[in-house]
Nanobody, 127 residues
Framework: QVQLVESGGGTVQAGGSLRLSCAAS????????MGWFRQAPGKEREGVAA????????YYADSVKGRFTVSRDNAKNLLYLQMIGLRPEDSALYYC????????????????????WGQGTQVTVSS
């Protein structure tokens, strides 16, 4: 049974940092493209970042470039999202997702391309 479990969310002040983690189990983690998405109240879910199966390629939304870093540990089946310089507009429920492909580049931020999802972890940034 595939499971993705996010952790690390919380409430921080603007300018602060958080590191999100996603623990994966039940599938061949190292062969999947992994992504982070977020959804704020009243808004559509949007792609934040993604990483190729071997970790060699990463992709970011323009709104987070230079502030967020996605990484993975294939030995531990873990996915991370390091967030610095947080802004109130980063407040959202953050999800990790898995996609069985080596071709992460194509439509990395299309949620319909991801087959497995976690339940999300809340990030709140106060001004």
């Amino acid at each position: 049974q595939v499971q993705l479990v996010e952790s690390g969310g919380g409430t921080v002040q603007a300018g602060g940092s958080l590191r999100l983690s996603c623990a994966a189990s039940g599938y061949s983690y190292s062969t999947y493209c992994m992504g982070w998405f977020r959804q704020a109240p009243g808004k559509e879910r949007e792609g934040v970042a993604a990483i190729s199966p071997d970790g060699g390629n990463t992709y970011y939304a323009d709104s987070v470039k230079g502030r967020f870093t996605v990484s993975r540990d294939n030995a531990k089946n873990l996915l991370y999202l390091q967030m610095i310089g947080l802004r109130p507009e980063d407040s959202a429920l953050y999800y990790c997702a898995a996609r069985k492909t080596y071709a992460c580049t194509i439509a990395w931020d299309f949620e319909s391309r991801y087959g497995y999802w976690g339940q999300g972890t809340q990030v709140t940034v106060s001004s």
